[in-house]
């Protein structure tokens, strides 16, 4: 797994044309290059400051099977059934932090706004890089965005996989962090929430990002038992849960 951290302040790249100010060797030679999204490519490998940095030159901490379980456990043992909530606020703002650089970034890199891009080509320049760094594939349904909600399948999660079969779900980072960066791309509150996981024995990780009251009503049958299928099905038919 690898995390990220800015190595810039969030607002030093708005002036930029491609690759002036980057250190990465790769992109001052292609400063237009925009499938550079190979782990060999992305990432720069500096021996003598022992530092990797990516395409933009932000740090990379890579870390271990082992950390993951070891913060999942300590988080658990420090805070209780609270973890889940610690970790779901991590990923959100992670997410919503990543919202502003990734706007900054795109529109330098492909010299477009954010907002005239076609949706799902703005989102898979988003994930490809989590990808690269061993966040998982995913695969996105946008088919009721109109209604408020949409739906992410995540393969291969880091933390699922770490965790094995544990018969819940535990990719709450993943969901804070797709709650924090919708929320920051539309400016408006999303929440998220995760329907199925690896770790409950299932193929991949289902997750659901939409305005509250969806969310309500997914946790809602998800506590009286209701599987990911029965969710999708109740949500798509405009169903709520009547309070």
Not at 67 to 75: A, N
Not at 86 to 110: L, P, S, T
Request: glycine letters at 8%; hydrophobic letters at 40%; charged letters at 25%.
């Amino acid at each position: 797994m690898v995390s990220v951290t800015p190595s810039r302040p969030a607002g030093s790249a708005s002036a930029m044309t491609p690759a002036q100010g980057y250190h990465h060797q790769l992109h001052q030679t292609h400063p237009t290059r925009t499938n550079h999204y190979s782990l060999r490519d992305y990432l720069q490998f500096d021996h003598q400051r022992g530092s990797i940095t990516d395409w933009y030159d932000q740090r990379i901490a890579l870390a271990t099977e082992d950390f993951v379980i070891g913060l999942v456990e300590g988080l658990e043992e420090e805070v209780g059934s609270a973890s889940t909530l610690v970790m779901y606020r991590i990923g959100e703002e992670w997410g919503k932090r990543d919202a502003v650089v990734f706007k900054q970034h795109f529109e330098q890199e492909y010299q477009r706004e954010l907002r005239k891009s076609a949706l799902t080509f703005l989102l898979e320049a988003w994930w490809w890089p989590f990808t690269t760094l061993g966040w998982g594939n995913w695969e996105v349904d946008l088919t009721e965005q109109k209604n408020g909600f949409m739906f992410i399948n995540i393969f291969d999660s880091v933390v699922a996989r770490t965790l094995g079969d544990v018969g819940k779900p535990v990719c709450y980072i993943y969901a804070g962090l797709f709650a924090g960066f919708f929320t920051g791309l539309i400016q408006k509150p999303l929440s998220c929430i995760e329907l199925q996981c690896y770790a409950m024995g299932e193929t991949y990780c289902k997750f659901l990002v939409g305005k509250q009251d969806r969310i309500d009503a997914a946790a809602f049958w998800q506590n009286e038992g209701a599987t990911a299928r029965d969710i999708e099905k109740r949500l798509r038919q405009g169903e709520l849960v009547k309070r």
